[in-house]
Nanobody, 124 residues
């Protein structure tokens, strides 16, 4: 069974930083295509960043240059470093994983395993 658990959310002022973590239980971490998604109140879920088996990365235009996705294979953890946070980044953030082929890295329907989410609030 694959289980994903996010942590690291919280409240921060505009311009601040947070680092989200997603620990993965189960085997084959090296074979997972993984991503971060977010859902703001009264909005649909959107892809934020994704990383493939080869280490390649994809970012939404809204976070390019501010967010960085990375993996730690030793601890089977996915990270999302978020800098220069803006109020519009406020949302519940979810990590997701799949072992199948991903055509659109920021499309949530391509992923099969999901964490429970962690709240990020950016406000002055």
């Amino acid at each position: 069974e694959v289980k994903l658990v996010e942590s690291g959310g919280g409240s921060v002022q505009p311009g601040g930083s947070l680092r989200l973590s997603c620990t993965v239980s189960g085997s084959f971490f090296n074979n997972y295509y993984m991503g971060w998604f977010r859902q703001a109140p009264e909005k649909g879920r959107e892809g934020v960043a994704a990383t493939g088996v080869d280490g390649g990365t994809t970012y939404a235009d809204s976070v390019k240059g501010r967010f960085t996705i990375s993996k730690d294979y030793a601890t089977k953890t996915l990270y999302l470093q978020m800098n220069s946070l803006k109020p519009e980044d406020t949302a519940i953030y979810y990590c997701a994983a799949t072992t199948t082929v991903v055509v659109w890295p920021l499309l949530d329907s391509d992923y099969h395993y999901w964490g429970q989410g962690t709240q990020v609030t950016v406000s002055s």
